[in-house]
């Protein structure tokens, strides 16, 4: 048995042998090619950008003591092999997916000095305009690698790297775009982030599918305080990964230049050569906290620190390029040519404004004025305004279950749209689980519509990266329950146009069944809780009632700026009350706009989803005095017809299948309470779900949920009270 290597010093000599072990002949052909001023330029700036926000160089600026950066994170260490890979990074449909330690990698692909320290200062434009953390950000070039969106969740990275590397293929071989050819997705991540499920779940994507896509571990032994053998066992994911089938690997130094840099070269072969995916781990030191608020006391001995001072990768970067291929002149001149650059870079950050704080609340959905800029992610205003849609329901005695009508506008937008996708758990040879998708694969193909591994983290956040590769995603969660694994993703996701001040978004429409079955329920399949994604950002929400507003608001997402949540009822799915007339091919139902179902002049009573058609029929058992309003979207809802209806009846129940607590009824009847006081004749009430999950056994199902008799009984109430 062998006993792991315990220093970060230890491990780096350990994974040089590793790499002789796993090397094959490393040619410095590809390596030899690269321009070695401009990886020392972009390497000594971002030491520079460390020292001014660190204050570590005496004769810099003071940012810190002024407390201008409230967050940093030092990339000191991580620099020069970073700085390589940025060189190799440089096919105009590449894109890396990065953490808020690849700062170097940006430079390298093109951030300015100016935006690299205009936002960590927080200041006006840049990458977030003072909304994220300076060094969580994005690069939308046009016509060169881009950047996504960083974002803060250690792990995150990775599944939207394999979409963007799944729509490489899909560029070339389905929409027929040759200049993706050869194109790659990297993803960069510290030893700790192949923890998360992240990794695993991008891993499985990139080798089942033999994605372009490079995995760029860089090693420097430490979480924040925790060491790598706690995150793979031996410290050595390269190791580890060795028997793992269509993964290329190499291992090595990261702080020797010419070695990274053919390993790099390497790796980056294999993948634009079609080959599959690869992995490079390169160890690298950590030369400070982790970041600004840690000062790596109890975890840390100072011979540690000291051990870790002496692989400092910039004076091996020196040592490599002088005097064979720069001189010592050349260098000297190159380090006044960056302080000169970064002290110009600093002034002209300080000189931004501070943000517009009226400005705060733009960017949480899409801005579709003529005019306003558009963020880089699915579908351009031009491809949205062909496609179009029609308000007005079409002529038709054609009677469709609402799974059908959802087939049958996913098969018509997979028509007239090249850029749609449908994937999912079962979506493809089975067509899905609730057969929604029944034939859709035979039609279009497996490229177009395809079953995935099962990993919800894996599909949403593949769908993020495809958006952002400019197509439009259809995702479905096989019930509402297993969107759990993909919390963060679609979190994410919903947040990205904000914290990237409209550079990035990610339209995606994820399809959802869950609610109570039809004399069934239980807590894994019956789930609805759609209030969580009113409670996230960025989301729309649709909850339709029937086939033909299901339609509507499908065609709606899938031709939408905005991702959407879109909820199918499993209790509408194949029965009478969720089907209805066909209403066309083009049909649109705008987010926001409700259905009044009845007329009424005592009560308004509100709901959405299965639970409308309960509704309808206690309200008919009081004769036009009951008005029942559909939302069928409830993020945006359609507040001005709830208070129009108020405002004339006087009273108002709200009536849902979620929890009564913090449902989304609370809301209403808030804003009601506030906005009709002096209208209302009785309080506002709610009828919901008690605070339980769905039950499995029907007597106890029909406890729980609100019933004809009890809503009836509900309305007999109020219009009493
Ligand atoms: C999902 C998640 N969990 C925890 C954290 C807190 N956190 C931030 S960085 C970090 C350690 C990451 O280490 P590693 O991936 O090795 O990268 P390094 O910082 O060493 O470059 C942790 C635990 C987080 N940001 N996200």
């Known amino acids: 048995m062998t006993t792991p290597p315990s220093t970060p010093a230890a491990r780096g000599s350990k994974a040089r042998e590793t790499a002789k072990a796993t090397k094959s002949a490393v040619s410095p052909s590809e390596a030899s090619r690269l321009d070695w001023r401009r990886i020392a330029y972009n390497a000594l700036v971002s030491r520079a950008l460390d020292d001014v926000e660190e204050a570590t160089n005496k004769n810099k600026a003071t940012v810190p003591r002024e407390h201008l950066v409230l967050y940093q994170f030092s990339a000191r260490g991580h620099e020069v092999a970073q700085c390589i890979l940025g060189s190799f990074v440089d096919h105009r449909h590449d894109a890396a997916s990065a953490y808020y330690r690849s700062r170097p990698l940006l430079l390298a692909l093109g951030l300015s000095i100016d935006d690299a320290l205009g936002s960590p200062l927080g200041r006006a434009g840049g990458f977030s305009d003072g909304r ?105 994911i390269a190791q580890n990964l060795a028997s793992f089938k269509n993964l290329f690997i190499r291992n090595g130094d990261g702080t020797n230049p010419g070695e990274s840099a053919a390993l790099i070269a390497e790796c980056v072969a294999h993948v634009r050569g079609g080959n599959g995916p690869a992995l490079v781990r390169l160890t ?69 404004p501070n943000p517009d704080p009226a400005g705060v609340g733009r960017w949480v959905y899409a801005d579709d004025t003529p005019g306003s800029p558009e963020a880089l992610g699915g579908l351009s205003r031009a491809e949205r305004a062909e496609l179009d849609g029609s308000e007005t329901l079409a002529e038709s005695t054609d009677v469709v279950r609402f799974a059908e009508a959802v087939r049958r506008t996913l098969r018509h937008e ?26 859709l694969q035979k039609q279009f193909g497996d490229a177009r519509v395809f079953d995935t591994s099962l990993s919800e983290e894996g599909i949403i956040g593949r769908a993020v990266g495809m958006a ?50 039809k004399d069934v329920g239980d807590p894994w399949h019956s789930l609805s809780d759609e209030v969580r994604f009113v409670h996230a950002y960025g989301w729309q929400v649709a909850m339709p009632s029937n086939a033909a507003d299901a339609v509507g608001l499908l065609r709606s997402a899938m031709r939408g700026a905005n991702p959407t949540i879109f909820f199918e009822h499993r209790s509408l799915l194949m029965t009478s009350d969720g089907s209805s007339r066909y209403p066309g091919d083009d049909y649109v139902v705008p987010f926001g706009s409700g259905a009044t179902l009845r007329t009424g002049s005592d009560l308004t009573l509100v709901s959405w989803g299965a639970l409308v058609h309960r509704c309808v029929e206690a309200a008919d058992r009081f004769e036009g005095r009951v008005e029942v309003i559909d939302l069928r979207s409830i993020a945006p809802w359609d507040r001005e017809r709830v208070l129009e209806s108020v405002t004339k009846t006087g009273r108002c129940i709200i009536a849902h299948e979620d929890n009564i607590t913090a449902g989304f009824g609370a809301e209403i009847a808030a804003v009601v309470a506030k906005e009709a006081f002096w209208y209302l004749d009785a309080p506002v009430d709610r009828i919901a779900v008690a605070d339980v999950p769905m039950p499995y056994h029907p007597v106890l199902l029909d406890a729980v949920l609100p019933s004809v008799d009890r809503i009836a009984e509900r309305i007999q109430a109020t219009l009493q009270a």
């Open 284 to 352: 690298v030191p950590r030369l400070n906290s982790h970041s600004g608020p840690d000062n790596q006391r109890g975890y840390r001995t100072e011979a540690e620190i000291a051990a870790d001072a002496e692989r400092d990768p910039l004076p091996k970067l020196r040592a490599h390029l002088v005097p064979g291929i720069l001189s010592e002149r050349q260098w000297t001149e190159l380090e006044a040519e960056v302080a000169r650059d970064v002290q110009a870079g600093l002034d002209a950050a300080r000189a931004r």
């Open 468 to 517: 952002i590769a400019g197509l439009m995603p259809v995702a479905e969660i096989q019930f509402r329950k297993y969107a759990d694994p993909a919390a963060e993703q679609l979190n994410n996701c919903g947040t990205m146009r904000w914290r990237t001040a409209n550079r990035f978004a990610a339209p995606i429409v994820v399809r959802m069944p869950g609610g109570y079955g």
């Open 414 to 439: 997979l028509e007239v749209n090249p850029k749609v996708l449908v994937f999912g758990e079962d979506v493809g040879r089975k067509g899905g689980v609730h057969l929604v998708t029944e034939g």
């Open 132 to 236: 994220d953390i300076g060094v969580v950000c994005n690069l939308p070039n046009s016509d060169a690698p881009i950047v996504l969106p960083m974002s803060g969740d250690v792990g995150s990275q990775f599944t939207p790297c394999a979409g963007w590397a799944q729509s490489i293929r899909y560029h070339t071989d389905v929409l027929g775009e040759s200049d993706w050819k050869g194109a790659m997705g990297v993803v960069l991540g510290g030893e700790a982030s192949v923890a998360t499920n992240g990794f695993w779940s991008a891993l499985t994507m990139a080798t089942t599918l033999s994605l372009p896509m490079l995995f760029y571990v860089e090693d420097n032994g430490l979480g924040i305080s925790v060491r790598g053998e706690m995150q793979t066992p031996g410290a050595d």
